[in-house]
C-alpha cells in the first residue's frame, strides 16, 4: 500500500484525546496524558547526521529502509538506507513508494505502474507491472506485501470490484482472485506483518430499503487468501479510504467510524473476541494507527518532519485495561513496520531529530531508540501553559499551581510573578521537570515576603537549555489575583493592616498574612508609615468611608479637629483632609462597622455626659459623616468602644463596650443605627489597654477582635455566636512589646 501517512499539521487549537477512560487534552497544544514508562523515557542511541531533514521513512526491511524526500528541484525523491554500510541508493522507478514489510522496493506514479525491485545484496529481482493491462483500467493497487501486489478491480457494472494479488514467478504474471463476494464495492489492505494482512472491504447488503452498504475487516493470509481472523462481523463500522491499520503476531488494528459517531481504533487480540476501543475526538479524529510493538499500539497525528507545532506520537498498552495513553515523542511525520517487529518512525523530540526505532515484546514495555539522526538541532518550546486567567486567594490556604510544559526536558526555567501596580517581582528556578516535560510552580500566595496584592499580574517564563543545545526561549503571559475586600487592609492584598504609635508620635504599620501560619495569626512586615502623630488624641480606623475601596483612618487633634487619612491601597496614607472642628468633646470613637445595612462603614461617639452618638457614613472623602443621631444615654460607664462588624450573626455591625471593672459587653447592631440589649461577653478584659475591630483577620469570613496591653496580644476570633461570640488565639503581634505603643487601631 502505499504508506505515506496524512501530512497535515496539527494546528495551535486544543486537542483532546480520549480513550475508553476518557482522558482530556488541556490548554495549548498537548493532550493530558499519564507519564511514559520508564523504559520510553530512558537514554537513547546518538547517532551520525546520515538522514536528511525532509526524509520521511516509507518502508522497512531486514537490510535497509525506504525513504522519500525532495530533491533540489522540489521533486520527490526515493532513497535505499544500507544498514551494513550506511551508504543511500537513489531509486528512480517512481515517485511514489509502498510499504512491502521486506527489502523490496516497490514504486509507482500513483497510479497503474509499478516497479518492484530486491534491495538484499547479491539479488538482482526485479519486476515491471502495468495494472490496467494485466487487469483493466481502474485497477488500483491497494497493498503489498513483500513482492505481491495486492489490486482492487472493477468487476461488473456498479463499481463492483475485486480483490486479486499480483505477483511474477520467472517473468511471468501470477494473478490470484481473492475475493469470493460478488457486491463488493471497495477494499483497502492497511497492514501487514509479512505474512497474513488487515483487508477492510465494503459490502452492500440487501435490506428492506434496497442495498446499503455495509463494512468489514478481515485478516487474510497474503498469499492463499484465507480468513486467519475476523476483525469485525459486517456492520457499521464504516472505515475510509485515510484509514490506517496494523498488524502483529497478536494484534490487529484498524481506524474506523465510532458508533458514538467520529472515529476511533479498534484493536484486536488475535484468536480472541477481546477489543480494545480508543475513541479518537476533537483534533484527534485526524489520528492515525502507527503501529503496534509487543502489546503497545502507537497513534496520533501525523505532522511534518519540521513542523513548529509538534504533533506527538502516543501510546497504550493494549493488555492493560485500565492503561492511560503517553506520549513517546513529540512530532512524528510517518511509521513502518520492519520484518523484524519494530517500528520505525520518523520524528523528533528533547533527544534529537531523524529516524527512532521502537523495540519490544509483549508484555514489556516499548524502548525508543534514535537510530538515524539528520543532527539538526530542534529548538527548544514552549508547548503548553496552564496559568489560570484569575487566582482567587481568599480561602485560607490557596496555593495556585502554575505550570509550562517544554518540547524537551533537559532545561532550567525561571518563572518570574509582577505585580503591575507596585512592579514587586517573584522570581523562581524551575530545574526539575515532571512527566512530560512539565515545569510546575506551586505559589504560596506571597509576593516580597507579604500577602499578594489583589490586581493585574503579568508572568514570564524562560526555558534555558542545560546541556547547551540552542537558545533560551521565552513566554509570558497576565493573570489577576482577586480576594473579597477587607476593610482594615491598607495595601489591597486581603489581609488585615494594625496601626500603632510610639510615645515619640512614630506611626508604624504591621501587615499580617491573609491566613494564620500554624494556627496563628502572625505577622508579615512592620513599615514605618510617618513621624509627628502624637498631635492627635485618638487616630482610629473606620474602614472603607470615602469609596476607595481601601480601609481609611481618621485622627482627632487637642483642637477638636477631626481629620479623614484616604487608604491608597499601597500600605500608606493620602494627605490628611480636614472633616470639621467640634469633635473635642468626644472620649471615643469606634468606626468601621456598617450600622445600618447600607454598604457603607459608619462611626460611633460618647460624649463626656455618656451620650452615643451615631454618624452615618456618607462616602464622601470631605464630608464623610452625615449629621449625628442620638442614640442613648448611660455610656459613660464605659472606657473602652469597639466597633467589630458583624460578629454574632446579627443583622448588621455590632459594638462591644468594656466597663472600668473589666467587664466586657456585646451589643448586637440591629441594622438601624441602635443596639439590642447588652450581653456579658466575659470579665478580665481591663488588663488591655486596646481594643481594636481588625477585620477579617483569621479568613474566615467573620470579623475579628484584637486585644492589645502589658499581659500580650491576642486574636479573638469571631465564632458567630450571641452568647460566646469569641475564641482566644495567639499571635506574634507586638510580641513583648505590650507597653511600646500608647494607640493600636
Not at 499500539?297 to 485495561?321: I, Q
Not at 495556585?400 to 505585580?419: F, I, K, M, Y
Not at 459587653?665 to 481591663?686: C, H, N, P, Q
Not at 488588663?687 to 479573638?716: C, E, K, M, W
Request: hydrophobic residues 35%; charged residues 15%; glycine residues 14%.
Amino acid at each position: 500500500m502505499q504508506h505515506r501517512l496524512s501530512g497535515r499539521r496539527l494546528a495551535a487549537a486544543l486537542l483532546t484525546l480520549s480513550t475508553v477512560t476518557a482522558v482530556t487534552g488541556t490548554l495549548v497544544t498537548v493532550p493530558a496524558v499519564a507519564a511514559a514508562p520508564t523504559a520510553v523515557t530512558g537514554a537513547r542511541a546518538a547517532t551520525e547526521a546520515n538522514l536528511a531533514v525532509d526524509a520521511d521513512v516509507v518502508s522497512v526491511g531486514t537490510t535497509g529502509y525506504l525513504t522519500t524526500r525532495k530533491d533540489e528541484g522540489g521533486n520527490p525523491l526515493l532513497e535505499w538506507h544500507k544498514y551494513a554500510d550506511g551508504s543511500v541508493l537513489p531509486i528512480n522507478t517512481g515517485p511514489v513508494g509502498h510499504d512491502s514489510h521486506s527489502d523490496m522496493v516497490v514504486t509507482g506514479n500513483g497510479g497503474s505502474s509499478v516497479q518492484i525491485r530486491d534491495m538484499k545484496a547479491g539479488t538482482s529481482f526485479s519486476a515491471y507491472f502495468e495494472l490496467a493491462s494485466e487487469f483493466k483500467p481502474g485497477a488500483e493497487l491497494v497493498g503489498v506485501v513483500r513482492d505481491s501486489l495486492f489490486v482492487s478491480v472493477p468487476s461488473g457494472t456498479e463499481n463492483y470490484r475485486e480483490l486479486w494479488k499480483l505477483t511474477k514467478v520467472n517473468g511471468v504474471s501470477q494473478k490470484t482472485k481473492l475475493s469470493s463476494r460478488t457486491r463488493n464495492v471497495d477494499y483497502k489492505v492497511v497492514a501487514t506483518d509479512g505474512t497474513n494482512m488487515v483487508v477492510l472491504g465494503t459490502e452492500m447488503v440487501q435490506s428492506a430499503s434496497g442495498l446499503e452498504p455495509k463494512w468489514w475487516t478481515a485478516t487474510t493470509s497474503a498469499f492463499t487468501g484465507s480468513i486467519v481472523d475476523w476483525g469485525g462481523s459486517t456492520g457499521t463500522a464504516q472505515w475510509y479510504q485515510s484509514s490506517t491499520g496494523a498488524l502483529t503476531p497478536n494484534w490487529q488494528a484498524w481506524v474506523h467510524a465510532a458508533p458514538e459517531g467520529g472515529l476511533e481504533i479498534s484493536a484486536k487480540k488475535l484468536g480472541t473476541t477481546t477489543v480494545t476501543r480508543i475513541p479518537l475526538t476533537g483534533a484527534m479524529t485526524d489520528a492515525v494507527v502507527a503501529g503496534i510493538v509487543g502489546d503497545t499500539v502507537f497513534y496520533g497525528v501525523p505532522g511534518t518532519a519540521t513542523a513548529e507545532s509538534p504533533s506527538p506520537l502516543y501510546a497504550r498498552n493494549l493488555a492493560d485495561a485500565a492503561a492511560q495513553p503517553y506520549k513517546v515523542l513529540d512530532n512524528f511525520s510517518t511509521a513502518a513496520h520492519a520484518p523484524d517487529g519494530t517500528l520505525l518512525v520518523r520524528g523528533f523530540d528533547q533527544d534529537g531529530d531523524g529516524l527512532f526505532r521502537i523495540s519490544g515484546s509483549a508484555g514489556a514495555t516499548p524502548t525508543v531508540a534514535l537510530e538515524s539522526s539528520t543532527g539538526r538541532v530542534m529548538a527548544m518550546q514552549f508547548t503548553e501553559s496552564a496559568v489560570p486567567s484569575a487566582i482567587d486567594l481568599e480561602k485560607a490556604g490557596t496555593t495556585p499551581s502554575l505550570s509550562w510544559t517544554l518540547s524537551r526536558g533537559n532545561a532550567a526555567v525561571d518563572v518570574t510573578l509582577t505585580h503591575v501596580a507596585t512592579g514587586k517581582k517573584l522570581t523562581k528556578r524551575l530545574d526539575t521537570p515532571g512527566p512530560g516535560n512539565r515545569f510546575a510552580f506551586t505559589w504560596d500566595g506571597l509576593l516580597d515576603g507579604v500577602s499578594a496584592p489583589n490586581g493585574a499580574y503579568t508572568w514570564k517564563a524562560t526555558a534555558t537549555p542545560t546541556d547547551g543545545v540552542g537558545s533560551a526561549t521565552s513566554l509570558s503571559g497576565t493573570f489577576r489575583v482577586q480576594r473579597q475586600a477587607n476593610a482594615h487592609d491598607l495595601n489591597d492584598n486581603g489581609s488585615t493592616d494594625v496601626i500603632a504609635r510610639d510615645s515619640a508620635g512614630s506611626l508604624w504599620r504591621d501587615d499580617l498574612f491573609d491566613w494564620p501560619v500554624g494556627g496563628q495569626a502572625k505577622t508579615a512586615r512592620r513599615t514605618k508609615i510617618g513621624t509627628g502623630w502624637q498631635v492627635y488624641k485618638q487616630i482610629e480606623a473606620v474602614g472603607d468611608i470615602a469609596g476607595s475601596a481601601h480601609g481609611d483612618y481618621i485622627a482627632l487633634d487637642g483642637s477638636g479637629y477631626l481629620y479623614h487619612y484616604l487608604g491608597k491601597g499601597d500600605g500608606t496614607l493620602a494627605p490628611r483632609v480636614k472633616i470639621g472642628g467640634g469633635w473635642g468633646g468626644y472620649k471615643q470613637l469606634a468606626g468601621g462597622s456598617d450600622l445600618n445595612n447600607d454598604g457603607r462603614s459608619d462611626l460611633l461617639a460618647t460624649d463626656a455626659s455618656g451620650v452615643l452618638w451615631f454618624y452615618k457614613g456618607t462616602g464622601s472623602a470631605t464630608a464623610p459623616f452625615a449629621a449625628r443621631v442620638r442614640v442613648g444615654g448611660g455610656w459613660g460607664a464605659y472606657n473602652q468602644i469597639t466597633a467589630t462588624g458583624n460578629i454574632a450573626g446579627g443583622t448588621a455591625g455590632d459594638l462591644v463596650a468594656r466597663d472600668t471593672g473589666g467587664v466586657l459587653w456585646l451589643y448586637l447592631g440591629r441594622g438601624d443605627g441602635t443596639f439590642a440589649a447588652r450581653t456579658k461577653i466575659g470579665s478580665g478584659w481591663g488588663s488591655f489597654s486596646q481594643l481594636v475591630g481588625a477585620g477579617d483577620v483569621t479568613n474566615d469570613g467573620r470579623p475579628d477582635l484584637i486585644a492589645y496591653g502589658a499581659g500580650g496580644t491576642y486574636v479573638y476570633r469571631s465564632t458567630g455566636s450571641y452568647s460566646a461570640p469569641f475564641s482566644r488565639q495567639t499571635t506574634n503581634l507586638y510580641a513583648g512589646e505590650g507597653t511600646k505603643f500608647n494607640s493600636v487601631s
